[in-house]
């Protein structure tokens, strides 16, 4: 049997072989029908034309648009920025010009009350000193009291004069020269028939320094002698 079939193996395989190559055409044509897609199919299959002109040129319209218009909008926020970066900067420059001239005005309204305090002392003072010459002179003969009231400052002489009693005035000027006397007595004159307003200046409607107002005091006990 063996050797019968060794015999018989090669027809076989001819047969097969020859079976293969004519069943061979057949199956590659169905595998390429099978691979290559209907034409219904691949047109199905491709995309939508698109018309890249139109749809290209749209859209860098609107870019081109939308950048002017961000640039438009960042060159006016830079110029809004700046503005409100000047106004905040002459802001602070007034604010700290305000609080200059506030301090300013409150230091000259301390110095104008040290000024008027200085001043009602010193008129107390002035006044003690005019009470003190009235006294002084009241107490003197008359032609000494006329001897001194001739040569006496006008600013301490007739606070004085207009301080002393009548009765006791009287005899000083009935012994001064004549011509002194006469001035003296216009003077108080003035002083009766105008009264002295009082001034917007503090300094000038205070009466004048009584600074030669000791030297009279101690000038008359000498003429006294």
Known sequence: MKPRFFRLLPGVILVLAGLLALKTPGL?????????????????????????????????IATASENDVLTSLAKRRSELDSRQSDIDAKGAVLAATEARVDAKIAQLKQLQTQIAGLLVQRDAEQEKQVT??????????????????????????????????????????????????????????????????????????????????????????????
Not at 49 to 59: R, Y
Not at 136 to 161: G, H, Q, W
């Open 28 to 60: 590659v044509r169905e595998a390429l029908a099978q691979a290559t897609p209907r034409p219904a199919d691949a047109m199905a299959a491709l995309p939508a034309p698109v018309n890249k002109d139109f749809a290209g040129a749209d859209t860098e």
């Open 132 to 225: 003190a010459l009235v006294k002084t002179y009241s107490a003197m003969k008359p032609a000494n009291a006329a001897r001194i009231f001739e040569s006496l400052d006008e600013e301490v002489l007739v606070p004085v004069a207009q301080e002393m009693k009548s009765d006791t005035l009287a005899p000083i000027l009935a012994a001064m020269n004549p011509t002194a006397a006469q001035k003296l007595t216009l003077k108080l004159a003035n002083k009766l028939a105008l009264p002295q307003l009082p001034a917007a200046d503090p300094a000038q409607a205070a009466p004048a320094p009584a600074a030669t107002a000791p030297q009279a005091a101690t000038g008359a006990p000498k003429s006294g002698g």
